[in-house]
């Protein structure tokens, strides 16, 4: 009774390769505006091959046109979205494979976070929230955060708690702004992140945290927010933001992120 569907096994992979393809790009927009245009898009692909099955030629070739000529429309619109994908892809390949032949060639570990980054970063944290001093830390893993770092004040200093504090002091010329640094330098202040256009970001979180959910949604980098409202601390990664109610959960998710890298 199915004679007619000639299926090999090429077409099936190919089937589940576009499935695949399909849903990361589903969870690149998950949320965004752009989800709307993707469900939208679908639709109007799915109505142009029915009514080319149909032989409804008129109405094909007028879709085909506008599907044809959309593709150009299409890159302007998702350019955030694609660039975000490409940046994620690429990172992930490159240092992957750097990462592997690195071991292998000089029998090298993922790195630890330094106890004393982590004392002085924690502490500093922990004042900063206990005086309501808002403050954005963005904590480098693999990506390279140069385009960050130069929209900012370069410093290249050692971790200090009170350095820190003293950069997100409310008079200071440097507080306002992301902190960039790695696990033996503050690298630079005042830097601008890119903002996130999350729909799903609960609305009690403000631009420090749209900022450090973008620079970690196109980065795999990490981030700390300290709320100026509340004093709340929070920790982000991969764009998920997860409430911090101690110094020890602090220490372990930084201890974990820089694991998994």
């Not at 980054?117 to 693999?142: F, P, W, Y």
């Not at 927010?225 to 920790?235: A, D, N, Q, W």
Request: glycine content about 6%; charged content about 20%.
């Amino acid at each position: 009774m199915l004679d007619f569907i000639n299926l090999h096994w090429i077409d099936i992979v190919d089937i589940l390769l576009v499935g695949l393809l399909i849903y990361q790009i589903y969870k690149l927009i998950r949320g965004t505006a752009a989800m709307s245009i993707f469900v939208g898009i679908i639709i109007l692909y799915f109505v142009w091959l029915i009514v080319k099955t149909v032989h409804m030629e008129l109405l094909s070739a007028i879709l085909g046109q506008v599907l044809g000529v959309g593709v150009l429309a299409l890159i302007i619109i998702f350019q955030p979205e694609i660039r975000r994908f490409l940046l994620h892809l690429g990172n992930n390949s490159i240092h992957r494979n750097g990462n592997f032949i690195t071991r292998k060639l000089f029998g090298t570990k993922n790195g630890a976070v330094p106890l004393a980054t982590l004392d002085e970063l924690t502490q500093a944290v922990r004042k900063m929230s206990e005086t309501n001093t808002g403050a954005l830390i963005v904590m480098t893993h693999r990506s390279s955060l140069e385009s960050i770092t130069e929209t900012g004040d370069r410093i290249d200093a050692i971790i200090n708690r009170r350095l820190i504090e003293n950069l997100f002091f409310k008079n200071s010329p440097l507080h306002d702004g992301a902190l960039v640094m790695d696990t033996s330098k503050l690298i630079a202040a005042r830097c601008t992140l890119p903002i996130s256009d999350n729909q799903n970001i609960p609305p009690q979180y403000g631009m420090r945290h749209r900022a450090a959910v973008g620079i970690t949604e196109q980065t795999d980098a990490t981030a700390i927010v300290v709320s100026e409202e509340t004093g709340g601390i929070s920790f982000v990664k991969d764009g998920v933001i997860k409430t911090i109610s101690s110094l020890t959960e602090l220490r372990l998710a930084i201890e974990d992120s820089y694991s998994a890298s």
